[in-house]
C-alpha cells in the first residue's frame, strides 16, 4: 500500500504540473506568443508521458493491492475503502485530489482550446481578407476576382 500511495502522489504532481502547463498555454493564447504555445504544447506532451506511465503504474498497484486483500478488480475507491486504518485515509484523501484536479483541469483545457479555436478563426478570416476567397473554377474557366494579395504572381 505505501508503494500505492507513493504513486498517488507522484500522479497528483503530475496532474499540479500538467495544470501549470495548461495555464502558461492559456496565457501564451491570450498574448498569441506563437513560440510560448509551441514551448507549452512540448512541455504538455512531454508530461503527458509521463503521467501515463505513471497512471498505468497505479493502475498495476491498485490491482496487486486488491489481490493481496483478498479482493479482485478494485477500484481505487473500493481500494480505499478496504484498506487498513492509516493507508485508508491517506488514499481517500489522494483519490479526492485527484479527481478535483482532473476536473479543473478539464476546465483549464476547454477553455485553451476554445481560445485557440477562436485565434484559429480569427487567423483564418485575416488570410482571407488578404488573399479572397480560395479560388473556385466554373465552366467560363474564369478565376474569382482577387484579393488584396495577388496570389497568382
Do not use: H
Request: proline share 3%; net charge positive; aromatic share 2%.
Amino acid at each position: 500500500m505505501d508503494e500505492l500511495i507513493r504513486v498517488l502522489e507522484e500522479e497528483l504532481e503530475l496532474y499540479e504540473a500538467l495544470a501549470g502547463a495548461l495555464e502558461r498555454q492559456r496565457d501564451a493564447l491570450v498574448r498569441l506568443d506563437r513560440r510560448a504555445v509551441e514551448a507549452s504544447a512540448l512541455c504538455l506532451e512531454a508530461l503527458l508521458w509521463e503521467l501515463r506511465r505513471v497512471s498505468d503504474a497505479r493502475a498495476a498497484l491498485v490491482q496487486t493491492s486488491a489481490r493481496a486483500l483478498g479482493r479482485s478488480g478494485e477500484s481505487l475507491r473500493d481500494l480505499a475503502e478496504a484498506a487498513p486504518e492509516p493507508q485508508r485515509v491517506r488514499i481517500a484523501d489522494l483519490r479526492r485530489k485527484l479527481l478535483d484536479r482532473i476536473q479543473g483541469m478539464r476546465l483549464l483545457a476547454a477553455t485553451s482550446r476554445a481560445l485557440l479555436e477562436d485565434s484559429m478563426g480569427r487567423i483564418r478570416a485575416f488570410v482571407q481578407m488578404l488573399t479572397g476567397p480560395a479560388p473556385t473554377y466554373t465552366n467560363s474557366r474564369q478565376l474569382p476576382s482577387r484579393g488584396l494579395v495577388d496570389r497568382s504572381a
